[in-house]
């Protein structure tokens, strides 16, 4: 479907208007007024673009504003951002590869922070064997902060069980987890708490941030090894007039991240729940399990995230509600939800 303006709550399609809950825009902001005026204001100070590596002898003071702010908001130490989270992912596991001499993966991670040599997490539902081992050794383990399919934050219960021989660095994607769950929107990374060597956050910020780039948050002298690899000096930065939006709209995902809440808080008071659906009040996405209820929404003029990841993959079905839907459109898309579960 081609749609000629940004779907945001309502796309027309065939000129007709339809519901729309897809995207990943969970706290609004690329329709929201507030937040495009800052935008703009911030272009007319720092440019469309800035093409100069983040290394060269002039240095913006807009990285150090969004930069910092980012930090605070996440918890970490230090955070630095890239032009997407996609490039966060990479620099990451670049960084790794030459310190590292065993990578695991927690369930189907992005690919974003996939590496060839990693090893699954689990076998047969139990820690991989060489985790056990009393062999010395540097790990990473690398997992999503919410993994696909589901709706609550990763579990990291396991890395109590894996025995101080092993030197962990945990790497976490939060694209779809920073800036929606935790305490306003600040993800998973600071709640993070086991004997691990170091922590790793990187994250798209095209998501509920609402602007195109990514972030590598850690502590800072991992941070700084970061901003010395030839990949990253030798790239142009995130552009400084959205490095810089990251700071002067605090306030902004703070409303935002309310107003999200309250959708969802509303959905969980009047939906019933069931087989066909996977839901939780605390994550804004809507698994939906059944295609006939995919091809029932359609005929409602509701449109949602329908697609493969990949070609193998079988289609990724989901309800994305974001801060800008109103209760109206929750209440129309519960009544349909309502109405096919109960033929069940």
Same mark, same amino acid.
């Given at each position: 479907?081609?749609?000629?303006?940004?779907?945001?709550?309502?796309?027309?399609?065939?000129?007709?208007?339809?519901?729309?809950?897809?995207?990943?825009?969970? *706290?609004?902001?690329? !329709?929201?007024?507030?937040?495009?005026?800052?935008?703009?204001?911030?272009?007319?100070?720092?440019?469309?673009?800035?093409? #100069?590596?983040? !290394?060269?002898?002039?240095?913006?003071?807009?990285?150090?504003?969004?930069?910092?702010?980012?930090?605070?908001?996440?918890?970490?130490?230090?955070?630095?951002?890239?032009? /997407? =989270?996609?490039?966060?992912?990479?620099?990451?596991?670049?960084?790794?590869?030459?310190?590292?001499?065993?990578?695991?993966?927690?369930?189907?991670?992005?690919?974003?922070?996939? $590496?060839?040599?990693?090893?699954?997490?689990?076998?047969?539902?139990?820690?991989?064997?060489?985790?056990?081992?009393?062999?010395?050794?540097?790990?990473?383990?690398?997992?999503?902060?919410? &993994?696909?399919?589901?709706?609550? %934050?990763?579990?990291?219960?396991?890395?109590?069980?894996? &025995?101080?021989?092993?030197?962990?660095?945990?790497?976490?994607?939060? #694209?779809?987890?920073?800036?929606?769950?935790?305490?306003?929107?600040?993800? @998973?990374?600071? #709640?993070?708490?086991?004997?691990?060597?170091?922590?790793?956050?990187?994250?798209?910020?095209?998501?509920?941030?609402?602007?195109?780039? =990514?972030?590598?948050?850690?502590?800072?002298?991992?941070?700084?090894?970061?901003?010395? @690899?030839? $990949?990253? $000096? /030798?790239?142009?930065?995130?552009?400084?007039?959205?490095?810089? !939006? *990251?700071?002067?709209?605090?306030?902004?995902?703070? $409303?935002?991240?309310?107003?999200?809440?309250?959708?969802?808080?509303?959905?969980?008071?009047?939906? @019933?729940?069931?087989?066909?659906?996977?839901?939780?009040?605390?994550? %804004?996405? @809507?698994?939906? *399990?059944?295609?006939?209820?995919?091809?029932?929404?359609?005929?409602?003029?509701?449109?949602?995230?329908?697609?493969?990841?990949?070609?193998?993959?079988? &289609?990724?079905?989901?309800?994305?509600?974001?801060?800008?839907?109103?209760?109206?459109?929750?209440?129309?898309?519960?009544?349909?939800?309502?109405?096919?579960? #109960?033929?069940?």
């Amino acid at each position: 479907m081609i749609v000629e303006k940004f779907p945001d709550r309502i796309i027309e399609i065939n000129q007709e208007q339809h519901l729309y809950f897809g995207g990943t825009a969970y *706290l609004g902001l690329p !329709t929201s007024k507030e937040f495009q005026n800052l935008v703009v204001q911030n272009i007319l100070k720092w440019g469309t673009t800035y093409g #100069s590596s983040r !290394t060269a002898n002039i240095q913006l003071s807009a990285y150090i504003a969004g930069e910092k702010s980012l930090a605070r908001h996440i918890g970490s130490e230090a955070a630095v951002t890239v032009s /997407s =989270g996609m490039l966060a992912g990479k620099l990451v596991i670049e960084k790794l590869k030459k310190e590292t001499d065993c990578f695991f993966h927690l369930n189907e991670i992005h690919s974003a922070i996939k $590496t060839e040599s990693s090893l699954p997490l689990f076998i047969n539902e139990k820690l991989n064997d060489r985790l056990l081992d009393s062999k010395p050794e540097k790990i990473a383990i690398l997992t999503d902060g919410v &993994p696909s399919f589901q709706t609550n %934050p990763v579990d990291l219960s396991f890395l109590k069980q894996i &025995p101080n021989q092993k030197e962990i660095t945990l790497v976490i994607d939060e #694209s779809h987890s920073l800036g929606i769950i935790g305490n306003n929107g600040a993800g @998973i990374y600071s #709640s993070i708490n086991f004997p691990i060597k170091r922590k790793i956050l990187v994250s798209s910020l095209g998501k509920a941030f609402g602007l195109t780039g =990514g972030v590598i948050a850690s502590n800072s002298v991992f941070i700084k090894e970061i901003s010395e @690899i030839e $990949t990253f $000096t /030798s790239a142009a930065g995130m552009n400084p007039a959205f490095v810089q !939006t *990251l700071s002067d709209a605090s306030e902004i995902y703070k $409303t935002q991240h309310r107003k999200l809440l309250d959708n969802l808080l509303y959905i969980d008071s009047i939906l @019933i729940q069931n087989k066909n659906i996977k839901f939780d009040k605390n994550y %804004p996405l @809507i698994y939906v *399990l059944s295609n006939e209820l995919v091809e029932k929404l359609k005929q409602e003029k509701i449109i949602i995230a329908s697609f493969k990841y990949t070609k193998e993959a079988e &289609p990724l079905n989901r309800i994305v509600i974001t801060a800008n839907h109103l209760k109206e459109d929750l209440d129309k898309l519960v009544g349909v939800l309502n109405e096919f579960n #109960s033929q069940f």
